[in-house]
């Protein structure tokens, strides 16, 4: 059966997938294992940020037919409601000039003429989702002035990790996706947005991964 392997960085987005089933183990990162539709499923709490879900890929990654990541996000102008992530980039990649932070594709040298900084997911299979652009980087964003700079990238969801997990995947040739729904603005209010929310569109999330482990 195909292996795939479902990433989400806090416990709540990943209980939510196919809750209460599987087989668990929590060394060195908590995984339940379990075969539904046709798939052996491994469903991993990776860690907050880009470290910890590179990581994860990378220890998990080699023996998944599909990477795939689940979880809660920040809106950058985008509706409420689930996504699928159709291209990701590293926000916080790139090179530092005088008044300005040029982005590159995470892995590329930082200089010279930066091109597309982004990466592109797997086709989506016809989850019937909003495609989004998500910006990552290794900062919580609760700033309209940041917000507003990462749209300027063409991005309409954040988070801190989505753009790690493409990276990785594509370093070990894997294909690799991501569905996220949006817990909060970017805004002076995420903090407590996030909290009360989290629950909630961690499931919101978890139900179309459930469709999609369906349709493939």
């Not at 009360?196 to 349709?215: D, F, K, S």
């Amino acid at each position: 059966m195909p292996n795939l392997l479902i990433l989400a960085a806090l416990a709540e987005e990943a209980d939510a997938v196919f809750a209460n089933t599987g087989t668990c183990e929590t060394d060195p990162i908590p995984l339940r294992h379990l075969p539904t539709h046709g798939h052996n499923l491994t469903i991993a709490t990776c860690g907050l940020g880009k470290v910890n879900a590179a990581l994860a890929v990378g220890l998990l990654g080699a023996s998944a037919d599909i990477v795939l990541m689940t979880g809660t996000c920040g809106a950058l102008g985008a509706e409420p409601g689930a996504y699928w992530i159709a291209e990701a980039l590293q926000h916080d990649y790139g090179a530092a000039h005088p008044g300005a932070f040029r982005r590159y594709r995470a892995g590329d040298w930082p200089m010279g003429e930066a091109g597309a900084a982004h990466f592109t997911a797997m086709s989506d299979p016809g989850l019937g989702l909003p495609h989004a652009r998500i910006a990552s980087g290794d900062s919580f964003i609760a700033c309209p002035d940041a917000a507003a700079d990462l749209k300027s990238l063409g991005a309409t969801l954040v988070d801190m990790e989505v753009g790690a997990v493409a990276q990785a995947a594509a370093r070990l040739g894997k294909p690799w996706a991501a569905i996220k729904s949006v817990t909060d603005d970017a805004n002076g209010d995420s903090g407590g947005d996030f909290r009360a929310n989290l629950n909630r569109a961690a499931r919101t999330a978890a139900q179309q991964v459930e469709r999609l482990a369906e349709m493939l």
